[in-house]
């Protein structure tokens, strides 16, 4: 038999041959949390190597991501599909070991991470989503959601501010399932933390209301183990141990400094330390016998028999609701929901109503609610004016966990605790704020897109039409930089049908995240016919069209269409051809076949004008550098909103004059 130490040397030597292999890597936080990670895993981690989406297991993440290797020696020695010549190309193009853990390419990875402090959120999303899911489907003896969420954080973790919005909602939430070790090595990049990380993180976090377990030796096996079962006991306070740790713990000259962060140890101190550590194997080499001891896929392949056991009596006790679950887990929607929308569609066009399209999205999601459980929304402490809840949103708080988060001025931790809830299953999440705000989110955005999860972004208040408060307030070039991210479908609608329809999409789409962009003030509804309803399922379509042969085409979006259509009236009496084109998703327009996307931009009319009270960027390749974007690149103003779209040229009078200097004809008629 092989002691702790060995077993956890063993992941301090894959981690420092990978690294050294690759010629870089971050070795010290693999090596000085090893001991903590053989504890966990070998003794707590409820897991299945053989299944690695088990639905029940417990969730892992490496909110210091960087320490990749720490989590790819895990997995390899565990049993996961992830072998000695994976571990080898760590860092090497198309590799099943990424630079930083990514969860589309590696199996066991629960979710990416890198950008510091997000793991944090993941995992707060991910222990909300595990007791909402409990509330709803546990019976009496049978507590078929039933899983912690484990968390590594390193000082960087704690230094970024989503560590605050995060950990402070987690602890008022009383989230027990959630159990945090804190990697106090007081070392980053820049070297000892002591000039620019002083907190009392012990204090901070009893603040937050979690229970605290401080100063556990984080290289002595019994102390971590101990620490743990003291967190189990707490089940009303998430539970953070505080582990104090040498930052590349085995490395007899590079231990306790900022050169083993980031950097291969190299060729002598690789030797070196092999030595202190009583290593005496070659490179890659692991043991029979510490891989014996470490596998655990027969403990694992038990733990998920035991669970399906207890389900198959479940299904037979609660049949109807044992269909309901593998429903949400697997991600279909419910039968009757295209039926529901369909209707809704049909109700509103006869019922047309000049309102703005936020209170289009609430409508919606009064219909959305009825038919789909797993929604859970939440606003960043703006739901009045969002307008995000409806008439059956029940409030998460620590006593009753509903379908709906209040989640306080705190956009960052918002959308990345939102991540955490969809990585988790079982729940399709949608956040807000206002479209400005975005900007306090986007890299927790950029995560969602990168990870392909089903999340709902819910902006609000999306441009000028917001008024007096103002260019603080007032987005401009948020819309274009949303439109920039790769697998991020982005949606602004003009009135109630195309919010209805993108929705539809959001809901339907499985394969990343969709962003609404609403306005704040009032839209007239357009008129429809059946066919450019089914169109704008296409992101752009022909909402209008002149009788005669076309002569110039107009692309609008949001509550710009509505303009546009006055623009078209205008223009027609004074004998313009035109071809109106509402234009909600460009990114799902750009996937379309040729042939349509020739039928609504025909390439011989060259005459083409946009109008978005956004910046210009972007829309160059629709009307080519001859044509005219009416947009806005400069800052807003505070003001009435109707007087700013006047001082910035949104009115028929400015646009027209725009179109007649396009055809270079001023008494065109």
Not at 341 to 363: C, E, G, V, W, Y
Not at 432 to 448: C, H, I
Not at 591 to 619: C, F, H, M, N
């Amino acid at each position: 038999m092989f002691s702790r130490k060995e077993l956890a040397n063993a992941i301090r030597v894959l981690s420092i041959d990978a690294i050294e292999r690759a010629k870089s890597g971050h070795p010290g936080a693999p090596m000085g949390m090893a001991d903590i990670a053989e504890v966990l895993w070998r003794d707590f981690f409820r897991h299945n190597p053989n299944n690695p989406d088990w639905i029940d297991r417990d969730r892992f993440v490496l909110s210091n991501g960087h320490s990749s290797m720490l989590l790819y020696s895990l997995l390899h020695l565990t049993g996961y599909n992830l072998s000695i010549n994976d571990l080898k190309n760590f860092r090497q193009l198309n590799s099943k070991t990424p630079g930083h853990p990514e969860n589309i390419c590696t199996d066991g990875v629960d979710t990416s991470t890198g950008p510091l402090g997000q793991g944090l959120g993941y995992a707060v999303g991910m222990a909300i989503a595990e007791r909402t899911l409990g509330v709803t489907f546990n019976r009496p003896n049978y507590n078929i959601v039933d899983h912690y969420t484990w968390v590594f954080v390193g000082d960087g973790c704690l230094m970024e501010g989503i560590s605050h919005e995060v950990c402070s909602l987690a602890g008022t939430l009383g989230l027990g399932k959630l159990i945090v070790f804190y990697d106090k090595n007081n070392i980053s990049i820049d070297g000892d933390t002591s000039g620019w990380f002083t907190d009392d993180t012990a204090n901070r976090f009893q603040s937050y209301n979690w229970n605290v377990i401080n100063n556990v030796n984080g290289h002595d096996s019994s102390a971590i183990v101990q620490a743990i079962k003291d967190a189990k006991k707490n089940i009303t306070q998430p539970s953070i141990i505080i582990c104090n740790t040498i930052i590349g713990f085995g490395s007899p000259n590079k231990s306790g400094k900022k050169d083993i962060h980031g950097a291969p140890l190299g060729k002598n101190e690789t030797l070196l330390t092999k030595k202190q550590l009583d290593w005496n194997f070659d490179d890659f080499y692991i043991p029979q016998g510490i891989y014996e001891q470490w596998d655990a896929k027969k403990k694992g392949r038990m733990l998920e028999l035991e669970w399906k056991q207890k389900f198959i009596e479940y299904s037979k006790l609660y049949p109807k609701l044992s269909l309901e679950y593998e429903r949400r887990i697997n991600s279909i929607l419910p039968d009757s929901f295209s039926d529901e929308i369909d209707n809704f569609i049909n109700i509103s066009l006869l019922h047309p109503k000049n309102i703005a399209t936020r209170q289009s999205s609430q409508n919606t999601l009064e219909v959305l609610g009825r038919v789909l459980p797993e929604l859970i929304g939440g606003s960043a402490d703006l739901t009045p004016s969002n307008l995000t809840n409806w008439s059956g949103s029940k409030s998460i708080n620590q006593f009753l966990f509903g379908n709906y988060i209040h989640y306080g001025v705190r956009e960052f931790g918002m959308t990345a605790i939102a991540n955490g809830i969809a990585n988790h299953k079982g729940f399709i999440p949608y956040t807000s704020t206002f479209l400005m705000f975005v900007e306090y989110a986007k890299n927790a955005v950029r995560m969602a897109a990168l990870m392909k999860l089903q999340h709902v972004f819910v902006y609000t208040h999306d441009s000028i039409g917001l008024g007096e408060d103002g260019p603080t307030h007032q987005p401009v070039e948020q819309l274009a930089s949303l439109r920039l991210t790769p697998n991020l479908s982005v949606w602004r609608p003009c009135d109630t049908i195309e919010s209805i329809v993108a929705w539809k999409c959001a809901l339907e789409r499985k394969s990343g995240p969709t962003a609404l962009i609403l306005s704040r003030q009032s839209l007239k509804q357009s008129c429809y016919t059946g066919i450019n309803i089914r169109n704008i399922f296409r992101g752009g379509y022909i909402l209008k069209k002149s009788i005669s042969l076309i002569n110039i085409i107009i692309i609008a979006t949001g509550s710009e269409v509505e303009l546009a259509e006055k623009v078209f009236v205008e223009l027609e009496k004074m004998g313009y051809s035109i071809q109106l084109v509402s234009m909600p998703s460009c990114d799902v327009f750009d996937k379309q076949d040729k042939e349509y996307q020739e039928l609504v931009l025909p390439k011989l009319i060259t005459k083409r004008v946009v109008i978005e009270a956004g910046v210009s960027a972007g829309w160059y390749k629709y009307v080519g550098m001859d044509g005219i974007v009416v947009g806005l690149d400069t800052f807003g103003e505070s003001g009435p909103a109707e007087q700013l779209f006047i001082k910035f040229g949104f009115t028929v009078n400015d646009i027209i004059k725009k179109i007649k200097i396009l055809f270079n004809d001023h008494n065109y008629n």
